[in-house]
């Protein structure tokens, strides 16, 4: 048996060094082959190069390092792994020591132990963070699962570990816009949901802001779910009927009333209301037809700069 521990690395000068050696202390003792498959995501600091320093002294280690030519972002650098790694098993996981080495042995015990999961993945027991982001990541999983053909575990994280069978699958999504927990649910197959304990980040900050989860939570709707469109059309379709309502209101008043319209501070109001409803329509639609357009082009999901791998 062997275990794959792809390693997604943007900005983790300070951290990748450390991560091997946490790593070859866990799983050193244990009855299976493993390497890793470090993808350098475009870092700006010294990260390659503590990479390839790691590659060329640990020339007993089974490391390779793939080393992209820009910042594609971390889905792409998760395919990029996935595409090189060779093991029997799969795991997903941080160099920032957040995550431990020591759960994906209790993950590997479970597949191993209970071969009806082909998949498990690990969510966190209990969040380190914020009331405002813990409630909008609850906000985000409740409305993306009503939204969406398939249903996201709350508070799943890519921390995972599976199958070559489910690496497979997920290869054979070639979409460029990528969004993982969706991928991990559309594709199926049994999945085990662990709770573990995040840790404190051994060095460096990080790389997810609040504008840019607020992002990748939209990409992630648009990706798998199709309702917004006809949202855009529920929303035209009742802007017709109350401006039909309102249009007969005016006429009853008009002929039987005997009321009199200025028309102005109304027709404002109505201009600024419908032509708001109708550029949010547009821009609803025009996100997905930019993402058509992207997809049309066929570009490559990730370009690898170089790869360090030694041959069997």
């Excluded at 450390?18 to 995501?41: Q, R, T, W």
């Excluded at 002294?57 to 390092?65: G, L, M, R």
């Excluded at 199926?188 to 900050?205: C, D, L, M």
């Amino acid at each position: 048996m062997k275990l794959s521990l792809v390693v997604p690395c943007y900005n983790e000068q300070d951290n990748v060094e450390l991560f091997y050696e946490e790593c070859v202390k866990a799983f050193d003792s244990k009855p299976f082959e493993y390497e890793f498959v470090f993808v350098n995501d475009g870092s700006r600091d010294h990260t390659l190069d503590r990479l390839k320093k790691l590659y060329n002294e640990k020339t007993d280690s089974n490391i390779t390092v793939v080393s992209l030519s820009r910042n594609f972002g971390k889905e792409s650098a998760i395919y990029a792994g996935l595409k090189n790694a060779e093991g029997d098993y799969i795991s997903l996981i941080d160099a920032d020591m957040q995550q431990r080495p020591e759960v994906v042995l209790e993950m590997l015990e479970i597949l191993k132990n209970e071969p009806e999961y082909d998949c498990v993945a690990a969510y966190q027991g209990k969040r380190k963070e914020s009331s405002v982001m813990t409630g909008f990541k609850s906000g985000f999983y409740k409305l993306i699962n009503k939204l969406s053909e398939v249903e996201l575990h709350a508070d799943a994280s890519d921390f995972r570990t599976f199958t070559r069978s489910v690496a497979d699958a997920i290869l054979e999504m070639g979409e460029y816009h990528r969004f993982s927990k969706g991928i991990f649910s559309w594709v199926g197959f049994n999945t085990k949901y662990i709770p573990y304990e995040v840790q404190q980040r051994n060095a460096g900050e990080t790389k997810w802001s609040f504008t840019k989860l607020v992002k990748y939570a939209l990409g992630g709707i648009s990706a798998f779910s199709t309702r917004p469109l006809s949202f855009a059309t529920y929303v035209g379709a009742f802007a017709t009927i109350v401006s039909l309502i309102y249009l007969i209101v005016v006429i009853i008043q008009r002929i039987f009333f005997n009321h009199a319209f200025s028309g102005y501070a109304t027709i404002v109001v109505l201009i600024l209301l419908f032509g708001g409803l109708q550029l949010f329509c547009i821009g609803i639609i025009g996100s997905y037809l930019a993402k058509t357009y992207i997809q049309s082009k066929n570009r490559p999901i990730y370009i690898a700069k170089e790869i360090l791998k030694r041959d069997k």
